[in-house]
Nanobody, 115 residues
Framework: QVQLVESGGGLVQAGGSLGLSCIVS????????MSWYRQAPGKQRELVAS???????KYADSVKGRFTISRDNVKDTVYLQMNSLKPEDTAVYYC?????????WGQGTQVTVSS
């Protein structure tokens, strides 16, 4: 069983920055892939960024060059640094952990970008 606790959401003006954190219960080294997803009102949940155990990263085209995903295996934490935020980045952001065939989700944290 893996539990994820997110933090760091909030309200920011367009062009600003926010950082999200996701603490993984137990060892993050058990997790194959850590990801951040987001879901805006009326839209499907979408993958924002992912990072493998070997630190290989992948980003949605819409956030490339603006967002950075990273992980700290000592602190069992994955981060999402979001820069140059746009109103269309407004969504609930969810942390996801893939362990074997199972997926685990955090409770979500709201990010609101005002224009």
């Amino acid at each position: 069983q893996v539990q994820l606790v997110e933090s760091g959401g909030g309200l920011v003006q367009a062009g600003g920055s926010l950082g999200l954190s996701c603490i993984v219960s137990g060892s993050i080294l058990r997790v194959n892939v850590m990801s951040w997803y987001r879901q805006a009102p009326g839209k499907q949940r979408e993958l924002v960024a992912s990072i493998t155990r070997g630190a290989v990263t992948k980003y949605a085209d819409s956030v490339k060059g603006r967002f950075t995903i990273s992980r700290d295996n000592v602190k069992d934490t994955v981060y999402l640094q979001m820069n140059s935020l746009k109103p269309e980045d407004t969504a609930v952001y969810y942390c996801n952990a893939n362990v074997g065939l199972a997926d685990y989700w955090g409770q979500g944290t709201q990010v609101t970008v005002s224009s």
